[in-house]
Nanobody
């Protein structure tokens, strides 16, 4: 199971750090990803990190502002979000994939967390 946390309300330009805790060891077992879904929109890819942490991928809309990282000793994956914009407002989901490479398609992920709300006010 995956448990996402860290969402909240922040002003534009602010920062948040999301965390995703896995009930099982994440170490070298899963590629981990973050997705988001705004009201009335499809779920979209945000960032992913490979099993070893040696490879990451970001959506163009968050490159340079968001950073994904993993701490397998703590079974957590984090998403540091800086310079937040109102268009970043969404429910953010963490997910785990058995694929070896970073993936950006929701269908490539096998397990999903419950989501955490991020609201950025202008």
């Amino acid at each position: 199971q995956l448990q996402a946390s860290g969402g909240g309300l922040v002003q534009a330009g602010g920062s948040l750090r999301l965390s995703c805790t896995a009930s099982k060891r994440t170490s070298r077992s899963y590629t981990m990803g973050w997705f988001r879904q705004a009201p009335g929109k499809e779920r979209e890819f945000v960032a992913a990190i490979s099993r070893t942490g040696g490879s990451t991928s970001y959506a163009d809309s968050v490159k340079g502002r968001f950073t994904i990282s993993r701490d397998d000793a703590k079974n957590t994956v984090s998403l540091r979000m800086n310079t937040l914009k109102p268009e970043d407002t969404a429910v953010y989901y963490c997910a785990a994939s058995l694929l070896r490479m970073v993936a950006g398609n929701p269908s490539e992920y096998d397990y999903w967390g419950q989501g955490t709300q991020v609201t950025v006010s202008s």
